[in-house]
């Protein structure tokens, strides 16, 4: 099956395509309108600020179509900023629009911790998903990040707690997202990806 | 549900082959990188750091190069870093494959330079790498692979750093270097206590106890190490394992 990693002009893509053709799966990066709408699966990876992640998709013009897709169902895994672009807004980037997806705003870590949030770290499970599927409840994944989205009973299917209790695992319908890197999370993120494809399949 | 404190291997390479010298002098030969690379990755490394000691511009298709191996053997973090002057050479090794670039000497000499890679990658892509030396004033940071004193202070200079949008220390202790006499738990918690990013200690270790002053004593969020485990002196699974056991909150990998 093919999964089709949309290009944006930043993030880590090498390591997201290598990591999924490990797993056996046929990647592509895209970079146009036509190719986004016509995607069996999609993956929105993420590093770097969210206004140059929005720009980045505006000035290819992938942000409407993008959600017209995601609004028809196409299956979609964000990663780490792939995460936030989904939520209407971000506190990096006051006044430019995420992709509205999910009606709420992404905040600034807390200054009583250390920001960003890099290592490893564990998951609270909030219900049975399907990312985490397999994966013992006390495994660690690698965060890298300074902003995060407040836990919802609508779409945080697990929460990682640091300064606040934050989504680190969303799923909502046909819309997947993981602020962790699984990529870069050893053998539990690979495990992540493959329940994300098997899902798609 | 905690965040893991971290053991980070780092392959110090020239021409392509990883290589340690003793208190940043005398060079051996320690092996290939991306063997290396592949093992620790296996024994339950948290990151991996790939320093071009060399640092030469007639050697840096050979370190990208390298780059692009060693990222190929990966699936944890990559930093890399060495001779990092423009935002460009930290474009290029973030495309061969790391995840976060390190930056030392130049950001010393032209500190906009941190500020450049962190609006361009984000915070969480880059590292300032500072070398410290114990002098009369102080702790004072050294450049040039620590051959020259900057007069600057090491917890000012830490926290410019920062100000400026460095998202991780990499702190290392000139006097510990290669030394094994333990890490500087001492620095190493003045300059935690200074900045609100996560530190790497770096220089001296040589035992599972150097190890665990540090993340005690010396607040490190994380820990480097190189000849250690290149020598297979100590696996880092058997470190883990240990530190686990006196209770510092560690990533063990089934």
């Known amino acids: ?52 992640f929005v720009t980045g998709l505006r000035e290819r013009n992938l942000t409407a179509v993008l959600r017209q897709a995601l609004a028809g169902g196409i299956p979609l895994l964000g990663i780490c900023l792939g995460l936030q672009a989904m939520f209407s807004s971000s506190a990096e980037a006051p006044g430019e629009a995420g992709l509205d997806l999910i009606h ?11 920001s960003p949030h890099i290592g490893w770290n564990q998951l609270r499970r909030l219900r049975k998903g399907i990312l985490l599927r397999e994966i013992p409840d006390d495994a660690y994944f690698y ?22 209790p934050f989504t680190a695992v969303l799923e909502q319908e046909n819309l997947m997202a993981v602020q962790f890197h699984p990529e870069k999370s050893g053998e539990a993120g690979s495990r992540v990806l493959r329940n994300f494809l098997e899902w798609v399949r | 549900m905690t965040l893991a404190r971290r053991i980070i291997p780092c392959l110090d390479v020239d021409a392509g082959r990883v290589v340690k010298g003793v208190e940043f002098a005398g060079l ?41 191996r060693v990222a190929q053997q990966l699936n944890i973090p990559f930093t890399a870093g060495g001779g990092i002057r423009r ?4 474009n290029a090794v973030l495309r061969a494959g790391a995840d976060k670039v390190t930056v030392n000497t130049a950001a010393v000499e032209r500190p906009e330079l941190i500020s450049e890679l962190a609006a361009q990658f984000g915070s969480q892509a880059v590292v300032l790498s ?125």
């Open chain 1, 1 to 52: 099956m093919k999964v089709s990693i949309i290009d944006y002009g930043a993030g880590n893509l090498p390591s997201v395509e290598r990591a999924l053709r490990c797993l056996g799966a046929e990647t592509e990066c895209v970079t146009k309108p036509e190719q986004v709408a016509t995607a069996r699966a999609l993956i929105l990876p993420g590093v770097g600020h969210f206004s140059a």
């Open chain 1, 104 to 114: 709420d705003n992404v905040q600034a870590l807390p200054t009583n911790v250390k």
């Open chain 1, 143 to 164: 965060f890298a990040h300074s902003y995060a989205a407040a836990v919802s009973e609508l779409h945080t299917a697990a929460a990682c707690d640091h300064g606040f």
């Open chain 2, 28 to 68: 051996r030969d320690m092996g290939d990188p991306e063997q290396l690379a592949a093992r620790y990755n296996r024994e339950g490394a948290d990151e991996l750091i790939l320093l071009d000691i060399a640092a030469s511009r007639a050697g840096r298709a050979t370190f990208l190069e390298t780059v692009r």
């Open chain 2, 87 to 90: 935002l460009e050479d930290g």
């Open chain 2, 130 to 254: 500072m070398d410290v030396k114990k002098t009369n004033t102080g702790w004072e940071v050294f450049i040039r692979g620590g051959a020259e004193s900057s007069g600057r202070d090491a917890a000012a200079w830490a926290h410019e750093g920062v100000a400026r949008g460095a998202g991780e220390i990499l702190l290392t202790s000139i006097d510990r270097d290669g030394t094994c006499s333990g890490f500087d738990c001492g620095l190493t918690a003045a300059i935690a206590a200074q900045v609100s990013v996560p530190v790497i200690a770096s220089g001296g270790a040589k035992t599972f106890d150097d190890f665990l002053a540090v993340f005690d004593e010396g607040h490190a969020d994380a820990a480097l190490a190189a000849s250690i485990f290149h020598t297979a002196e100590h696996s880092i699974g058997a470190l883990k394992t240990f530190l686990a056991g006196r209770g510092v909150p560690v990533r063990l990998s089934r």
